[in-house]
C-alpha cells in the first residue's frame, strides 16, 4: 500500500510554485524556506500513500500505513544484525539522533570543541540504493510486503504484524539490552503457546527447529539461544551489562531468520 519514493528537486519546484501562486506578496519569505526545507529533505525517501479521506484522517492513515512499511524495511537495515549498530529508519522528525558535544579547556581558556555522531557499530544512516533495495526485496521483503497487504489478515497474519512492529525497534537502539528485550518479547510472542511453558528452553527448541539444517547446527543454535537468553535474564533481574556481543550477534541473525522463515 506504501510505495518509497526519493523526494526530487523538481518536486520540490513544483510544490513551492504552487505556494508562491497562493501568497505571492511573500515570495522572497517562501525563497527563504525553500532554501532551508530543500537542503533538509531533496533526495530523502518519502513514503507515498493514496487514500481518499478527510485532509485529517488521510494524513493520520498515511503516517500508521508508513510507519508499518518503514518497521518491515528496516529489519533489513545493519542495525537489525549487528549489536551496537542503529538504524534511523523512521519517519522524518522521528529519528532521535544522538550527537556527542565535547567542550576542551586548558588552563581555564577554551581550545577546542567538537560536536559529531556516535559512529560505533557504524553510521546510523541508511544509503538505499537500487541494489540495495533488491537486496532487501528478494531477502524477504518482498513477502512483507504481501503480509502488510494482506486483508483480512489471517490470525497467524495479525501475531506477525504485531511481532513485526515490536521486532523493528530493536534495530532503532544501538544499546544492546534493548535489543535482547525486544527480539525475545517477539520470540515469545510467536513461539509460545501460553505462559505455562518453560521460556529459554521452549524458544530455543523451536528456533533451532525452524532454522536449522541438521542435528548439530540445532544443537548450536538452541545453544545459542539459552546463553542469549541468561544475558537477558541477568541483565533484567540484576542489571548486569551484556559484553557477550557474539552471542547476541547470534542471536540477531537467528531471530531475523526465524521471522522471515515463518
Known amino acids: 500500500n506504501v510505495e518509497l519514493q526519493p523526494i526530487s528537486g523538481a518536486q520540490i519546484d513544483d510544490w513551492m510554485s504552487r505556494i508562491v501562486e497562493q501568497s505571492p506578496d511573500f515570495k522572497s519569505q517562501i525563497h527563504h524556506v525553500d532554501n532551508r526545507w530543500r537542503k533538509r529533505m ?22 500508521i500505513e508508513s510507519e508499518r512499511a518503514l518497521a518491515a524495511l528496516r529489519l533489513f537495515a545493519p542495525g537489525n544484525l549487528h549489536p551496537t549498530a542503529r538504524s534511523l ?10 550527537t556527542d558535544v565535547t567542550i576542551s579547556i586548558e588552563h581555564g581558556k577554551h581550545i577546542d570543541s567538537e560536536e559529531k555522531i556516535p559512529t560505533r557499530g557504524g553510521p ?11 537486496f532487501c526485496w528478494d531477502s524477504g521483503l518482498s513477502d512483507l510486503s504481501d503480509l502488510l497487504s494482506t486483508e ?4 497467524l497474519e495479525v ?16 544499546d544492546v539490552t ?6 525475545f518479547v517477539m520470540l515469545e510472542s510467536l513461539l509460545l503457546k501460553d505462559e505455562n511453558e518453560p521460556i529459554a528452553a521452549s524458544i ?11 542435528a548439530d547446527e540445532r544443537i548450536a543454535i538452541a545453544r545459542c539461544l539459552k546463553e542469549a537468553y541468561s544475558l537477558r535474564s541477568r541483565f533484567v533481574h540484576h542489571g ?23
Open 159 to 174: 501475531d506477525l504484524l504485531k511481532g513485526l512492529l515490536i521486532y523493528s525497534r530493536a534495530s532503532l537502539s544501538a
Open 42 to 63: 531533496q533526495g530523502r525517501a518519502s513514503c507515498f500513500y493514496s487514500v481518499e479521506a478527510e485532509a485529517l484522517r488521510a494524513r493520520e492513515l498515511a503516517m
Open 240 to 262: 548486569a551489562s551484556v559484553d557477550d556481543l557474539d552471542t547476541v550477534r547470534s542471536l540477531m541473525h537467528h531471530a531475523f531468520a526465524v521471522y522471515i522463515g515463518i
Open 204 to 214: 530455543a527448541e523451536r528456533v533451532a527447529f525452524v532454522v536449522g539444517r541438521s
Open 178 to 183: 534493548e535489543k535482547l528485550l525486544h527480539i
Open 152 to 155: 483480512p489478515p489471517s490470525g
Open 89 to 98: 529508519c523512521v519517519p522524518y522528525g522521528r529519528q532521535h539522533l544522538v
Open 124 to 134: 546510523p544512516f541508511w544509503q538505499l540504493t537500487d541494489e540495495t533495495f533488491k
